[in-house]
């Protein structure tokens, strides 16, 4: 089993502040994905890095992907109450390119 | 579209009973997968298909069984139900390919299972 682990998993913080979230893990994976999970919902997809050491940016989101393509970081700029949700990394690998997710982050932006 | 659709969206059981949890795509996805969501655990593959008449088992299989007969459903049977299968279910689906963009998972809404 390929093991994503996802840190911090609960992060409460105020309106303006930045945050880093971090995904890592012992495998290599030919992908990495996050999500955002709002309640009594299902996952939607963010963004998808896939070359060793690419960063990709989303209005104040950026997302880097380790140069061994084994971890992956989050970091919000100034972050907004919209922001509060269950952030998601997910690996990709294998023949059948499965997908594992990490256990989540679950933020909270406090107007 | 619809996308992916779940039924029921909430269900209560008694300890051994069955049932089984619908799952439907519209997209033509070639790739179908079920997982459960615990507090603490994230997401947990169940099982998966690669296309009508395949199926695999994920990380937690036990209890669990699926079948494909079409591309548009794949569903999943409790047939004796437990108090550790308490759980919200996720049914995703995708198309299958090499690219990073065929590897994103279209998710339902869930399911909501509690087993008494």
């Known amino acids: 089993t390929q093991l994503l682990e996802q840190s911090p998993q609960f992060l409460s913080i105020q309106e303006g502040e930045n945050l880093t979230v971090y995904c890592n893990s012992s495998s290599v994976f030919s992908s990495l994905q996050w999500y955002r999970q709002e309640p009594g919902e299902g996952p939607v997809l963010l963004v998808t890095v896939v070359t060793g050491g690419e960063v990709k940016k989303l209005k104040r989101l950026t997302f880097q992907f380790g140069d061994a393509r084994k971890d992956s970081s989050l970091h919000i700029t100034a972050a907004q109450p919209g922001d509060t949700g269950l952030y998601l990394c997910?690996?990709?690998?294998?023949?059948?390119?499965?997908?594992?997710f990490g256990i989540g982050t679950k933020l909270q932006v406090i107007p | 579209n619809a996308g992916v659709t779940q039924t029921p969206k909430f269900q209560v059981l008694k300890t051994g009973q069955s049932m089984t949890l619908q799952c439907a795509q519209d997209?033509?996805?070639?790739?179908m997968s079920w997982y459960r969501q615990d507090p603490g655990m994230g997401l947990r593959l169940i099982h998966y298909?690669?296309?009508?008449?395949?199926?695999d088992q994920g990380e937690v299989p036990n209890g669990y069984n699926v079948s494909r007969s079409t591309t548009e459903d794949f569903p999943l049977r409790l047939l004796s139900a437990a108090p550790s299968q308490t759980s919200v279910y996720f049914c995703?689906?995708?198309?299958?390919?090499?690219?990073?963009?065929?590897?994103?998972?279209?998710f339902g809404a869930g399911s909501r299972l509690t087993v008494l």
């Open positions: 298909s690669v296309g009508a008449g395949i199926t």
């Open positions: 995703a689906s995708r198309r299958q390919g090499s690219t990073s963009g065929a590897n994103v998972l279209t």
């Open positions: 997910a690996g990709v690998s294998g023949g059948y390119q499965k997908v594992t």
């Open positions: 997209m033509n996805h070639e790739y």
